[in-house]
């Protein structure tokens, strides 16, 4: 049977043997040690040009059947015992790159999902362009709700974007510049 991946998003050092990336979803399963949805790990991989998508997929599919990694009562996943062995055995053999790439992506992904949690962006059609609303949160108190002009949907899902990636750094630089004494 051939497990030769797919390249297609697949950057320079990425993995495109299909067997690399069983251990890959492996390592990354072990080193979270939490429940964690495909969709998780389908999108660390392709977002990151580590592994094709549909590749990715279906090694995830085959270690589901292998019983490597087991459904658990929502839509996650975790690591099962045999899984893990591979992850602790395995692992040492991909690219160090791939690895250190992997848990970063991960991390971010994470931070990103509590940040979406925690805080809320909102883009609205406007007449001449897009509305778009942040707002940090401290539980269901709003701290902070700014509303800014974006002339289209590229401009308004980066400024979504870019607030998610760290609302309490914005909502202190604003602080910070608008208690100023100068």
């Known amino acids: 049977m051939e497990h030769k991946a797919f390249s297609a998003g697949v950057l320079p050092g990425g993995l495109r043997d299909r067997q690399e990336i069983k251990i890959l979803i492996c390592y990354i399963f072990n080193h979270f040690s939490c429940p964690i949805a495909k969709s998780f790990i389908t999108d660390i991989l392709q977002n990151y040009g580590l592994a094709n998508y549909f590749e990715t997929s ?20 975790v690591i099962s015992k045999s899984g893990r062995m591979i992850a602790e055995e395995l692992s040492r053999n991909l690219p160090l790159t791939v690895r250190e790439k992997s848990i970063k992506a991960g991390e971010e992904y994470f931070k ?43 401009a308004a899902t980066m400024i979504k974007n870019n607030f998610y ?6 909502y202190s630089e604003i602080l910070r510049n608008l208690t100023s004494p100068e």
């Open 112 to 154: 990103r999902l509590k940040s979406e949690k925690e805080n809320k962006a909102t883009i609205r059609k406007c007449e001449k362009g897009y509305e778009v609303t942040c707002s940090v949160l401290d539980g269901n108190f709003e701290m902070m709700k700014l509303k800014l002009y974006a002339p289209d949907m590229l």
């Open 58 to 77: 279906q090694a995830f599919e085959e270690m589901v059947e292998a019983k490597n990694i087991i459904k658990d009562d929502e839509d996650n996943y």
């Open 165 to 170: 990636k760290n609302p309490s750094e914005i």
